[in-house]
């Protein structure tokens, strides 16, 4: 991700200039290299004067590389998560809010083309009353070994995204959640207490009715979508001739060629539309995805943690400090 971040912003004619720190010193020169930055060391990172911050580091980096950020009083692009539990993340959005400095969140769905205009379409009442909508987030390669301990599992690391957009398409927050996972592939899931495939049935605060499916292996490639039915029409943003479907009941759709073989590639004209929205930031636009969206996305992702464990419909603002 900081590769991508750099590389957007090298590209920007509003970037003058790029300092890149990474633990590991012949990483960051070999990126400044090919995007004509300059780098200094990562032990003086924190310090180094800027107009503006982008922090593409481990989670549980996160909280001491904020703090010292926080500091300058600059803006801050913070990819997701910012902290694996509620505490901790509460603990950054106050610390954030202190500062007076806004911090852009990594959710770059919302900066999707297809799925900023159905958020669009919904709220100019294109789509008149919304009835119900439908997600699916299946990874096409299976995580390594080394990212399941650290990910905070499938709900916190994928379902995140999926509850997030689906509360900012309906511009109302998730109330109740009621859901399932289970191990149905290869993988070493279990020992970490995680999960390869989930479902979650969603209820928002206005009353929409969202259907989330999961999945950490699609062996045909990388499928995200959303769909969105009301009493007007009814559309669909992911479904593209790269959508990794293959059609069985009819003539030839035009879907399921060169498919998407990765999130970054499914979501890379979003990851620079999201740089380029962090530079209006700089430049005094309002936040298009502030911390407090991260904060209730994980406690919608807790909730459904809850409701796997329990079997039961969990109300999203019971989740507290976990």
Known sequence: MGDIRATDLASDPRVSEI?????TASRADDLARRIGGRTVNW??????PADAYVMALATDAHGDMLNQLLAHGRPILCEKPIALTMADTKKIC?????SGAPMQIGFQ???DAGMARARAMVTRGDLGDI???VLASRDHVPPDRNFIPGSGGIFRDLHVHDLDIASWIADSP???VQATRAIRGAGDYAEFDDADVTKIIATTESGIPVS???????ARGQDVRIEVFGSKDSVSAGITPRTPLVA????EIGINTDVYTGFIDRFRDAYRAETAAFVDLIGGAPNPCPPQAALEALRASIACERSALTGERVEVRTVTNE
């Open 248 to 251: 069985i009941d009819g003539p």
């Open 131 to 133: 009835y119900d909508m």
């Open 212 to 218: 989330i499916s999961g999945a950490r292996h699609d």
């Open 109 to 111: 769905r919302r900066f």
């Open 43 to 48: 032990e003086t990172a924190a310090q180094t």
């Open 19 to 23: 300092v890149i720190a990474n633990r």
């Open 174 to 176: 998730i109330e109740f």
């Open 94 to 98: 106050d610390s954030v809010e202190q």
